[in-house]
């Protein structure tokens, strides 16, 4: 059974650019999970995904946003870059009230 | 909204027994999960708590208080290979987003 996967494994852009990540759930898994890990810190929740609506999104600005395919693939979009934005961003997928998360091996978005 | 509590570091020798505790403030509270973070990989499930007590997988063995608010994870029997960060996680009544603590980054040495 494949995991989850993202892509692109690594991403420069310069600041005031917009990037695109995108996730791929394991098979029959509806939620999505979105987490930003900067260097040394912990995983901050940025976005949940669930039957292709936004659930609950963290503490982050507009700028960060995303959506949910009918395939139940994710995209993560961050307009207007800054370079606090640089960290490895993580997504997970569940399956529906389940209790175990099952991660990705993230994207590392450094700007420059 | 939740918060959760642990420590920033720990370090321990191989052989050794480590307790890592985690303490959380929730508004509602539907269990505790634990997971392992190696340096540059992805965060693996370790374990979860729906009830009160303790649940043992191998080595790793975790606890959750409700009353308490807390819970632990227990690592026995260390090993070089268990150097890594390990998180607690807590999803509320609602079913609303997983969120982890800031993490304990666990060094083991010889």
């Known amino acids: 059974e494949a995991g989850v996967t993202q892509s692109p494994t690594h991403l420069i852009k310069t600041r005031g650019q917009q990037a695109t990540l995108r996730c791929s759930p394991i098979s029959g898994h509806t939620s999505v999970y979105w987490y930003q890990q900067a260097l040394g810190l912990g995983l901050q929740f940025l976005l949940w995904?669930?039957?292709?609506?936004?659930?609950n999104r963290g503490n982050f600005p507009p700028r960060f946003s995303g959506r949910q395919f009918p395939n139940y693939s994710s995209e993560l979009n961050v307009n207007a870059l800054e370079l606090e934005d640089s960290a490895l961003y993580l997504c997970?997928?569940?399956?529906?009230?389940?209790?175990?998360?099952?991660f990705g091996q993230g994207t590392r978005l450094t700007v420059v | 909204g939740q918060s959760l509590e642990q420590p920033s570091e720990v370090t321990a020798v191989e052989g050794a027994i480590v307790q890592i505790n985690c303490t959380y403030q929730t508004s509602g509270f539907y269990g505790l999960s634990w997971y392992q973070q190696h340096d540059g990989g992805a965060p693996t499930f370790l374990s979860y708590n729906g009830l009160d007590g303790l649940e043992e997988t191998g080595r790793f063995s975790s606890f959750l208080s409700r009353s308490d608010s807390y819970g632990y994870l227990l690592l026995q029997e260390l090993q070089m290979k268990d150097s890594a960060s390990y998180f607690c996680?807590?999803?509320?009544?609602?079913?609303?987003?997983?969120?982890f603590g800031k993490g304990t980054t666990l060094s083991v040495s010889s």
């Open positions: 995904y669930d039957e292709g609506e936004e659930r």
């Open positions: 996680a807590v999803r509320d009544l609602a079913g609303t987003a997983l969120i």
């Open positions: 997970a997928s569940t399956p529906v009230a389940d209790t175990e998360a099952f």
